[in-house]
């Protein structure tokens, strides 16, 4: 992965959540308070400004300087969660040439953050539910395979319906939050699903 592909991963990130703000937030209206789209999509506006048509030198640089402003700027409970799993990724390939091996540590990274963050585990109907099995995805095989990944997130995300949310906003719902999706793991499904096609295109 070089810093061209990282810009684009982030860049047509901030397309999908455009394009996906309404949905993102009547998914939010559901179990929570209604801001999740308007969050990322405000977030990832900015991240995209910020990088454009700046030079980094490494990957990691382009990871630093996206997750200081989606901490700043995407707000509610994922600006910090989002914020820091792209802290996180970018500490892991400081200095490095990001391979496949690196990439794998740095989602593992990005979601050790995330659960720390939000002492959240699997299982708790959040964006940790798809974080997860993309992470075990990619340990599976020894090279990045697009198709895989985004069949891995969209199934994570859609995994979510079912279950009872114990952290964030949609806890307080208790059952009542079973039978709609996590709003949070379908913005990381359109996270990866956008790092599966720069990946592929390399
Ligand atoms: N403690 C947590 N750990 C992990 N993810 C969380 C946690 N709390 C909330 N989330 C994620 O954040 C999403 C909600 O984001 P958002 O609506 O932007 O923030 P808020 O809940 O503050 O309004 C949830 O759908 C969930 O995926
Ligand atoms: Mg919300």
Request: glycine content about 10%; hydrophobic content about 35%; proline content about 1%.
């Amino acid at each position: 992965m070089e810093v061209i592909q990282v810009q684009e991963w982030l860049s047509r990130t901030n397309e999908d959540l455009q394009e996906q703000k309404d949905y993102l937030t009547s998914l939010d209206r559901a179990i929570g308070d209604g801001d999740h789209g308007i969050n990322m999509a405000r977030g990832f506006k900015e991240v995209t400004k910020s990088l454009e048509g700046k030079d980094f030198t490494e990957v990691s640089d382009v990871l630093k300087a996206a997750a200081t402003t989606v901490m700043s700027k995407v707000g509610g409970a994922s600006g910090p969660l989002y914020g820091t799993a792209l802290l996180k990724m970018s500490m892991a390939c400081k200095g490095k040439q990001v391979d496949y091996k690196t990439l794998i540590e740095m989602v593992e990274a990005g979601l050790e953050g995330i659960k720390q963050r939000g002492k959240a585990e699997t299982g708790e109907k959040t964006m940790v539910d798809v974080w997860t099995p993309v992470l075990s995805g990619m340990k599976e095989v020894d090279h990045f395979d697009g198709e895989r990944i985004k069949h891995v997130a969209e199934e994570a995300k859609d995994n979510t319906e079912s279950m009872q949310a114990t952290k964030g906003r949609a806890a307080y719902l208790k059952e009542r939050s079973k039978g709609h999706l996590d709003p949070g793991a379908v913005s990381s499904y359109f996270l990866f699903k956008n790092l599966a096609l720069v990946m592929e295109e390399a």
